[in-house]
């Protein structure tokens, strides 16, 4: 179990966040500048932001983009609901998802496959190398990356290769179903 004040921590971290996503929302994206350094610290785990100035427009533009499937995608809409005390995650809950039979790589690796970050197409992505420029940060934690896939609704609108849903635990859901 987590402690309360874990959970205010996070929760703290989260809200925060969600602010400052209004205050940009609200400038047209300006106030990406005026926390700068917040911003880099959150996407690239670094305060130097004026090494990470470029990918700014990208990510004003991701914030819209995001909105945007927000208001108009009920698929998107459907697969995102995490609670503010939730725990940061490097990982999918391994109680819940697991990989696939057909997944010839080891579990920390998506081979050259990026499908999940071109769907949305993320400024974040690396496309040289074919990786996230954001792995690992308090970002890529708290929100969305970290803790995916969640669901096979998402595994599905992502066309992920790589995870499945643990049968056992959609076995137990049918039960319920069947029971309810
Ligand atoms: S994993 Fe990285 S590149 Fe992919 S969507 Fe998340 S932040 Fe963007
Ligand atoms: S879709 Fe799946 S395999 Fe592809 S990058 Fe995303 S998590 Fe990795």
């Known amino acids: 179990m987590y402690s309360i004040s874990q959970k205010i921590k996070w929760a703290t971290i989260r809200i925060f966040y969600y602010i400052n996503v209004a205050m940009m929302t609200l400038t047209g994206g300006l106030f990406i500048y005026v926390v700068a350094p917040y911003t880099s610290y959150m996407f690239f785990n670094d305060l130097a932001f004026w090494k990470y100035l470029k ?13 945007a499937f927000w208001l ?3 698929k998107y809409r459907g697969m995102y609901a995490q609670p503010l005390t939730s725990p940061p995650s490097s990982g999918p809950d391994r109680n819940k998802i697991k990989l696939s039979a057909e997944w010839q790589k080891e579990e920390n690796d998506c081979g050259n ?22 792995y690992n940060t308090v970002y890529w934690r708290y929100f969305s990356c970290g803790c995916y896939p969640v669901s096979q609704q998402q595994i599905d609108y992502y066309d992920c290769p790589k995870w499945e849903i643990e049968e056992k635990r959609l076995d137990i859901n049918r039960v319920f179903l069947k029971l309810g």
Do not use: A, E, T, V
């Open 72 to 74: 108009f995608d009920p």
């Open 113 to 134: 496959c990026i499908n999940c970050c071109i769907k949305i197409k993320c400024p974040l992505i690396d496309h040289d190398r074919n990786l996230c420029l954001s």
């Open 55 to 67: 990918y700014y427009p990208g990510l004003i533009r991701q914030l819209y983009r995001i909105i």
